[in-house]
C-alpha cells in the first residue's frame, strides 16, 4: 500500500504544471494511469485540456473517464507530459518501455515542451541498467538485429549483456501497438549512457529503444507524505 501511496503522491504533484487550455501527452504505466484519473477528476471540474495517449492502454483508460482526447496526426506541438519511468537517474536520464509504449512515448515527449516524470522512490538509481533496457524491432530479420544489438551493446561497454525476446503468453512475441517486438536487454550497468543510445540508434531494424536522455525536465518523486520535485 505505501508504494500505491507513493505513486499517487507524485501523479498529485504532477497536476501542478497543468493549466486551462493545454495539449498533454498522457504516459503509459501504473504511475501515469493515477494521473490519468485524478486529471479526468480536474476535467469534471471545469479544466479545459485536450489530451494524447502513448498508448491503446491510456487511449482507453483517458476515454473510460471522460478526457477529450486528439488523434495525434492533428497535433504539431504538446505543452506537456506527464509519463512515468522504470529507471531514473540523479541527472534526469531515464530507462522507460517496461509497458511495451516506448515508441509512442518518446515522439511525444520529444514533441512536448516540458516532460514532467512520475514515480516512486524505488525507480530511483544512481546509474541506469538495473532494469533491462527495452529495444523495440520489426519483426522482419529480428533474430540478425538480436545480434547486431548484442554486439552494440558490447561495443558501447556494456560487460556480457543478455538479449532476450519479450513474449506475451511465455512462447508467442509480444506486439507492441506499432506492430514491433521488443528485446530486453539485461545490461545490470549501462557505463555509457549516450554512447549505448547513440548504437542502438544506428542499428538497423531497431525502431526505438528505452533510452530516455535529457528529455524529462521534471522528475517528481512521490513518498507517504507527498513528493519531492527535481528540474533539470
Known amino acids: 500500500m505505501a508504494n ?8 498529485a504533484a504532477a497536476l501542478e504544471f497543468v493549466e486551462d487550455g493545454m495539449t498533454l501527452g498522457l504516459g503509459t504505466g501504473s504511475t501515469a494511469a493515477y ?5 479526468a477528476d480536474e476535467v469534471a471540474d471545469g479544466l479545459m485540456i485536450r489530451g494524447v495517449p502513448t498508448s ?35 541527472v534526469g536520464n531515464l530507462i522507460k518501455g ?6 509512442r512515448e518518446k515522439i511525444i515527449a520529444d514533441a512536448s515542451d516540458h516532460m514532467v516524470v512520475i514515480a516512486d522512490p524505488s525507480k530511483q538509481v544512481e546509474r541506469l541498467g538495473q532494469f533491462p533496457l527495452p529495444v523495440e524491432v520489426t519483426p522482419f530479420g ?6 547486431k544489438i548484442f554486439d552494440a551493446l558490447c561495443a558501447s561497454g556494456i560487460d556480457k549483456p543478455k538479449v532476450e525476446l519479450r513474449t506475451s503468453n511465455g512462447r508467442d512475441p509480444l506486439i507492441t501497438d506499432g506492430g514491433n517486438h521488443i528485446f ?4 545490470r550497468r549501462i557505463p555509457d549512457a549516450e554512447a549505448t543510445s547513440a548504437r542502438l540508434s544506428s542499428v538497423p531494424g531497431v525502431v526505438e529503444h528505452g533510452l530516455f536522455l535529457g528529455m524529462a525536465r521534471t ?6 507524505g507527498g513528493a519531492a520535485v527535481f528540474e533539470y
Not at 529480428?142 to 545480434?147: G, H, L, M, R, V
Not at 530486453?184 to 545490461?187: G, I, L, T
Open 56 to 90: 491503446e492502454q491510456t487511449r482507453r483508460l483517458a476515454e473510460s473517464h471522460g478526457i477529450p482526447l486528439l488523434p495525434v496526426d492533428q497535433v504539431d506541438r504538446l505543452h506537456l507530459t506527464v509519463d512515468g519511468a522504470d529507471e531514473v537517474d540523479s
Open 219 to 224: 522528475v517528481i518523486i512521490g513518498n507517504e
Open 98 to 103: 517496461g509497458g511495451a509504449a516506448l515508441l
Open 184 to 187: 530486453d536487454c539485461h545490461c
Open 4 to 11: 500505491e501511496r507513493e505513486k499517487q503522491n507524485a501523479a
Open 35 to 39: 494521473f490519468v484519473q485524478m486529471l
Open 142 to 147: 529480428f533474430t540478425i538485429t538480436a545480434k
